[in-house]
């Protein structure tokens, strides 16, 4: 059965978990790295603010040491995992080593400044991983934090420790959320709803990388509006924004939600149709619903394992062309 749905339903699928898509695959490493050095060198100021407590002063070094030595790591080395787990296992190695300075400290005043270091952290892991790993890194965070303080009960009260998570959650999610906003806006049309160039660029990467494992045949086509422009001087430009919004959900309502729709220019739009041969995407095209005046030109190509979206594209409008000549 098919998945009816809006534009603008249909794209949050391929805009979510934007961040760490949008930006350069280093960006993370780098962003980790430093915040990782800026906490070892607050780590060494605080040894020296403290020189009568000589324990205290070893403490504050090792921790120093050893939070420089991730951030080098993190920088060279977590790169080359896969997956972007080394992030992941990164920023569990943080909480865990920050839930065991929980049981080290001797007074309140510290358990709240490390539960403030970990927003940081909290705030990074919003905006740079997946929803799902988010969530159990939350989990995971707060239960090594109340832990800490519940063992070394320095507050006397639950309230403290209580209002530090809140602001952990509280930051991490309303930074996710306005990720998510950003990226979603960044990714599509704003007249539409469909994927722009750019998320168009990120959601046929992520098709190409998923058919690869399994082999299935992959279709691009551009679809072009017949007269558009001709429509849009005899009715006005509030007319033809209706008409691509109309054009837009008809294909919707025909696409599949592992099927891509994106606006690829003014009056173009382009489709990228894994499991389907360009014979079947025909087929597909025939079954759209043209909205009341529309009428449209679709032209398919395989997209082939030996050529970049461009190629594909560039030989999908040729159909195109080929088509609208009756060839």
Same mark, same amino acid.
């Given at each position: 059965?098919?998945?009816v749905?809006?534009?603008?339903d249909? @794209? +949050?699928?391929w805009a979510?978990?934007v961040p ?7 960006t ?7 915040i990782l050095?800026?906490?070892a060198?607050?780590?060494?100021l ?6 009568s407590?000589?324990e205290?002063?070893?403490l ?5 040491g050893?939070?420089?030595t991730?951030?080098?790591s ?8 896969r997956?972007?787990?080394g ?7 943080? #909480?865990?080593t920050?839930g065991y300075?929980m049981?080290?400290v001797?007074?309140a ?13 909290a705030?990074?892991?919003a905006y740079?991983r997946?929803?799902?790993r ?5 989990l ?9 303080a519940?063992i070394?009960?320095l507050t006397g009260?639950p309230?403290?420790p209580?209002a ?7 930051a991490?999610v309303?930074v996710s959320?306005l990720?998510?906003e ?5 990714l599509?049309?704003?007249?539409t709803g469909a994927?722009n160039r750019r998320g168009?660029?990120i959601?046929a990467?992520?098709?190409?990388a998923s @058919?690869a494992?399994t082999? #299935?045949?992959v279709?691009?086509g551009? $679809?072009?509006?017949?007269?558009f422009k ?6 006005g430009?509030?007319?033809?924004d209706?008409?691509l919004v109309? $054009?837009?959900?008809?294909?919707w309502?025909?696409l599949?939600r592992?099927? $891509?729709l994106?606006?690829?220019g003014g009056d +173009? ?6 499991g389907l041969n360009?014979?079947q995407?025909r087929e ?5 619903t ?6 449209? @030109?679709?032209g398919?190509?395989l997209w082939d394992?030996?050529y970049d979206?461009?190629?594909a594209l560039?030989?999908a409008d040729q159909?195109?062309?080929r088509?609208?000549r009756?060839?």
């Open positions: 059965m098919r998945d749905r809006g534009p603008c249909a @794209t +949050e699928a979510a978990n760490e898509r949008a930006t350069s695959s280093l993370p490493y780098r962003f980790i790295a430093g050095a800026a906490t060198i607050l780590a060494v605080l040894a020296f603010a403290s020189p407590n000589a205290l002063r070893r504050d070094l090792v921790v120093a050893a939070f420089a991730l951030a080098v993190s920088r060279l080395l977590l790169p080359r995992i997956g972007d787990w992030l992941d296992a990164l920023l569990v190695l943080v #909480i865990l920050a300075g049981l080290l001797v007074n005043e510290s358990q709240v400044l490390i539960g403030l270091g970990l927003v940081l952290f705030v990074f892991s740079f997946p929803w799902p988010l969530a159990a890194l939350l995971v965070l707060v239960s090594v934090y109340l832990a800490g519940l070394n009960d009260t309230i403290v209580l530090v998570v809140v602001v952990i959650v509280g991490s309303m959320f990720a998510g950003l990226n979603r806006l960044a599509t049309d704003p007249l994927l168009l660029d959601a990467e992520r098709v190409r @058919t494992r082999g #299935i045949p279709t691009v551009l $679809v072009d509006l017949d007269r001709d429509f849009n001087d005899r009715c430009h509030r007319a033809g209706s008409m109309g $054009v837009a959900n008809a294909w309502e025909a599949e592992d099927q $891509v994106a606006r690829y +173009e739009f382009a489709v990228v149709l894994p360009p014979e995407a597909l095209a025939s079954r759209v043209r909205p009341p005046g529309g009428s449209w @030109t679709v398919f190509c394992r030996g979206l461009d190629d560039a030989y159909a195109m062309f088509a609208k009756g060839v």
